[in-house]
Each structure stands twice: as structure tokens, then as C-alpha cells.
């Protein structure tokens, strides 16, 4: 049974900080290209971020980067999201999620349950 399970949500300040981590079972970890994605109250799921099976590729939405970090363990089986210069409208339920295909357009085959992160201003 495959499980990805992301902590390291919570509540912070605008330009703060935050690391997520997801951490992931029951698949062969480096076979996956990883991803994190959010979905905004009213709004719908969107790409953040991807890190190829190495983590040698990485792929950003606009909106963040030069901000966010997207990197992996496959030692420990975890991704991570580092997120600074948080700003009110990267609050959303973060979600990271497995793909087997190398293709970015393909569709993720594994979704965690999601980590709330909530910036004030």
C-alpha cells in the first residue's frame, strides 16, 4: 500500500519561512519523479513544483520561484519543500504526489492527504 505523508505545515508570518516534508512508502522512491502541488480555499489544485527521479531536473511554477526549493532523499524516501519570502496568497493545503512517468504532462499516480499552510499578513 503506498503512502505519502507531508508534514511541516502551519502558521507563519509573511516573509517567513516553512520546510515541508513528504515522506513516502510502499513504491521504489528513486523510480518516482515527485511533485507538490496546493489548493487555495475556492480555488483549484495547482503545480508547485516537480524534481525528476535523481533530482538532478527540477520544474517550478512561476509564482514561486526564486523562493521556493523543491529537493529529495530517496536515502529517506522524503521530498521537501523549502518556501521563504512567504506571502499571504501561498496560503493553501499543500500536497505532495509519486509519478512513475517521466512525462510532465502525465498524471500523478499517488497523492498524499495534504499539510495546511497558512500565511498572515
Known amino acids: 500500500q503506498v503512502q505519502l505523508v507531508e508534514s511541516g505545515g502551519g502558521l507563519v508570518q509573511a516573509g517567513g519561512s516553512l520546510r515541508l516534508s513528504c515522506v513516502a512508502s510502499g513504491l521504489t522512491f528513486s523510480s518516482y519523479f515527485m511533485g507538490w502541488f496546493r489548493q487555495a480555499p475556492g480555488k483549484e489544485r495547482e503545480f508547485v513544483a516537480s524534481?525528476?527521479?535523481?533530482?538532478?531536473?527540477?520544474y517550478y511554477a512561476d509564482f514561486v520561484k526564486g523562493r521556493f526549493t523543491i529537493s529529495r532523499d530517496n536515502a529517506k524516501n522524503t521530498v521537501y519543500l523549502q518556501m521563504n519570502s512567504l506571502k499571504p496568497e501561498d496560503t493553501a493545503v499543500y500536497y505532495c504526489?509519486?509519478?512513475?512517468?517521466?512525462?510532465?504532462?502525465?498524471?500523478?499516480?499517488?497523492w498524499g492527504q495534504g499539510t495546511q499552510v497558512t500565511v498572515s499578513s
Open positions: 504526489a509519486a509519478r512513475r512517468s517521466p512525462r510532465p504532462k502525465d498524471d500523478y499516480d499517488y
Open positions: 524534481i525528476s527521479w535523481s533530482g538532478g531536473i527540477t
